[in-house]
């Protein structure tokens, strides 16, 4: 590509996507959900095939996608989005969740809508499965702007803390999640210890 950033001009909104297998709950963050078609009423998600709720969705069929707004709270990401639903309980001391007629939980703070849905089709990426659905319920919980992913990086990220702590030290930045890691250079094989993602999702900061 002329500019791989190029890529960085597609717009997405931000979801709490999540799912149910036997007695447990689990959700991921996605940016990659929209309708397709208004009759019938059909979504389209993609998951990332490491995340636990993928397994849930593969294997059951269903899930719920939570619309995060522009007053979602850091907090929101960092339990969803920023550990494993393999290792915890993504909804263990969260108040603010209810559960949805498909015996679902929806999220219910920083949100603005859920909606309930029933996989018809799926489609291996690779990385990710492609999932297309009908909506088969859903409702609104306030009025509040829906947040896109720009807005995500703009406002509720953090943003990098003050200057290195030892001058002359290069820095690099985390663009998920706004972790800075310090040091001479970053190496290939760096994973972000907050958000799990790798050293291609870094760029230096400019200090
Ligand atoms: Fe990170």
């Known amino acids: 590509m002329k500019d791989p950033k190029a890529m960085y001009a597609l717009s997405y909104g931000l979801f709490v996507l999540t799912a149910r297998r036997g007695e447990k709950d689990s959700g ?19 998951v990332n095939k490491s995340n636990f709720t993928h397994d849930m969705i593969l294997e059951t069929g269903a899930f719920n996608l939570s619309v995060l707004t522009e007053k979602a709270d850091f907090s929101l990401f960092q339990r969803f989005g920023f550990q ?28 603005n809508a859920w909606l309930s849905c029933k996989v018809v089709s799926t489609m291996d990426l690779g990385t990710h499965t492609l999932f297309v659905a009908d909506v088969v319920e859903g409702d609104t919980l306030s009025r509040e702007n829906s947040a896109t992913y720009a807005y995500y990086q703009a406002s509720i990220k953090p943003r990098p803390a003050a200057p290195a702590a030892e001058p002359g030290k290069k820095r690099w930045v985390c663009t998920v999640c706004g972790y800075i890691y310090e040091g001479e250079t970053l190496p290939v094989d760096f994973i972000c210890p907050i958000c799990k993602h790798p050293a291609s999702d870094f760029e230096p900061v400019a200090d």
């Open 28 to 46: 991921c963050i996605i940016n990659t959900g929209i309708q397709v078609t208004s009759q019938p009423n059909r979504v389209l998600i993609t």
């Open 84 to 111: 494993s639903g393999r290792d915890v309980d993504k909804f263990q001391g969260f108040a603010h969740a209810t559960r949805t007629e498909n015996g679902l939980l929806a999220v219910t703070e920083g949100t």
